[in-house]
């Protein structure tokens, strides 16, 4: 058991030096194949050799192990072919050869087909494996990403966490320098509070007893102003009570005004219509008066053209001291200045309903 742990060993090691030697896949197959049949008197079969080297494609260890079968039956075929050996010994060894090949062939092939098989299941479970490993990946990723967050964090907490103990130990020697400062001013006031305790025994006599005689008079001041209080008091809730009175003839007040605001405006909405209405009235009756101007106009024409000529004689025959009588044809003219004092009237009543309604 250990000879053969020996030998894995041993092959392991002389692998690893082969594949830093030849980088290329097929020379390494070769070396491989003539490790294991020279030196460690192994038959290299396709799946050994690829689960050994571990590279290149399922073909690839199948193929140069057919080389490597075809490169040595050609050497050995070149010495069995020697001129010294018999005809009949170079014979046998040629079938035996053949006999050879061809087994190692067939064992060759089935050992393809097996190492397909297994390459085709491990290709399968390898896959499942990528597949989980992927996952797997990227769980450990998201981890990572995450663990990265909280260690940047971290890292600025501690740095934060630092900073305030820095500070921290900055703060505590001040608040020792600033302690010591402080227990040398309290000794300081120790001293001097002893001083005033001494002061503050003898004038706490005195102020016992100015004290016992303030408390009589509070006393006596306290009952006058409890007495003060309930007076106030009385006269506080008689002003309140005067006060909702107040307030409540106040709001009656207010709604009686404003019921004779309405009514108000109700009247100077009916009196502003029939004003209207007498103003057309009005416009009316002076545009009748108008033109009942302008025909007594034209009939107070004629009458004067026949009263000119007879003014001479009348006057003439007139009785010293006496006074002409004035013509009928003034009468019109005083219906129309009777006529234009409604007409004046009306309009100093316009005014006032316009300086109302301002």
Known sequence: MTDVLSDEVRLAAEIDRLKAAFPKTRELYREVCALLFFRFGQTPTANRLYQLVRRGSMGTPAAVLGEFWAELREKSRVRIEHPDLPADLGAAAGELVATLWTRATASAQAELDALRADVEGERTAAEQRVAAARDELGRTETALEQRTAALLAAQVEVRELEKAQAEGHAARQALEAEITRLKSEALARDRELEKVR????????????TAAQSGERLRATEKRALLEIDRERGA????????DETTKRAEKRDADHRRAIEALQAQLGDARHQAGVLQGRLEAVQATNATLQQQLAALREPDVRETRPARPARARGAPAGTTAVRPAATRPARAARAASAPASKTAVRRKRGKSDDR
């Open 198 to 209: 001494d002061g503050f025994s003898r004038d706490l006599e005195k102020l016992r007893e």
């Open 236 to 243: 506080a809730a008689k002003l309140q009570k005067e006060v």
